[in-house]
């Protein structure tokens, strides 16, 4: 079982040292950023459903850990995307320190006393944040410091173009001992003040868009920006640029292709990636950690 409770934290489980120097791009990424993500599973069904990746707030000597996934994840839904009810056996697959890795039950609550989930008062926001702490001794996991989260002065500054990763499962391969989390790469592909409408029956929501490929199971990755948008078109000498955390990947636009049938009253019909990812603003997450209620369990404790 997870267990809810602040912790002294160390710089052994969190990635602030990478945040002022970071690889150029010409280089590798920092290898311990694959530490901040972990997998969902269904532990009844025995399979996984997504991806989800660790946050901390840190206040003088107290960290307080989270985990954050996509809201949708945690959920079953029919094929229409109605009809959702919240996954009754979800578990985190976690590396261990010893080679292995071991799930953990993840317990959904979504409201009331014992309320272990918490999302954004505007419901179209496909974020899901849940207050958690490991064990560092028996886990490999790293925390990605709140201070990485694109701040909203530099999200005005994002430019179509700018060269974006994200890091999280891959279903063919998700690692047979350990999670072994697929990094792809690609670029902003659009940036819109309007909303969009994801799928037929969701309503339109603020998303940023990428020319990326993704697939089943990365919903809920973190998705980053490599560099910093503030110094773009600016040429800048012996400095590295930094990692921002810019949003939660929601999942892929997929097209519809009409299949030919014959003597059939059913039309089937393929579906195919369009290579466009949808993401969810950091933004939202940052509005959801820095939320009332949030700020109340903090200052509380607990």
């Known amino acids: 079982m997870l267990a809810f409770r602040r912790v002294a934290y160390s710089l052994s489980t969190l990635l602030i040292a990478q945040l002022v120097s970071v690889p150029a791009f010409s280089e590798s ?4 950023l694959k530490q901040s993500v972990a997998f969902i599973g269904d532990t009844a069904a025995g399979r996984p459903l997504g991806t989800g990746f660790f946050v901390m707030v ?3 000597n107290t ?3 989270y985990f954050v996934t996509a809201k949708h994840v945690l959920q079953q839904c029919a094929d229409d995307g109605t009809n959702c009810r919240w996954h009754s056996a979800l578990g985190i697959r976690l590396n261990t320190n010893d080679g292995s ?3 953990v039950p993840l317990p959904i609550v979504t409201s009331g006393a014992n309320k272990t989930v918490f999302f954004h008062k505007d419901e179209s926001v496909d974020i899901a944040v849940i207050p958690v702490h490991l064990d560092h001794v028996k886990f490999q996991h ?3 410091p709140v201070e990485w989260l694109l701040p909203t002065d530099r999200e005005s500054k994002l430019k179509e173009g700018m060269e974006v990763f994200f890091q999280g499962l891959f279903t063919p391969y998700l690692g047979y001992r350990r999670n072994s989390p697929i990094t792809r790469f690609g670029r902003i592909a659009l940036l819109t003040d309007e909303k969009i409408q994801f799928t037929q029956n969701a309503p339109p929501q603020r998303l940023h868009l990428l020319e990326m490929a993704s697939f089943g199971g990365n919903s809920g990755s973190p998705v980053f920006l490599l560099g910093d948008p503030a110094q773009a078109g600016t040429v800048v000498i012996s400095v590295r640029p930094k990692i921002y ?3 939660v ?3 892929t636009y997929r097209d519809v292709n009409r299949l030919i049938a014959i003597e059939t009253a059913v039309t089937p ?3 195919s990636s369009m290579g466009i990812a949808a993401v969810v603003p950091s933004q939202y997450l940052s509005e959801i950690i820095y939320s009332k209620e949030l700020k109340n369990s903090r200052r509380n404790g607990t």
């Open 58 to 60: 840190s206040t003088g």
């Open 245 to 247: 955390l810019i949003g």
């Open 142 to 144: 790293k925390y990605i």
């Open 101 to 103: 890795s071991q799930v």
């Open 29 to 32: 990424l920092p290898s311990e």
């Open 269 to 271: 019909a393929s579906l």
């Open 249 to 251: 990947m929601k999942g």
């Open 63 to 65: 960290g307080y850990g």
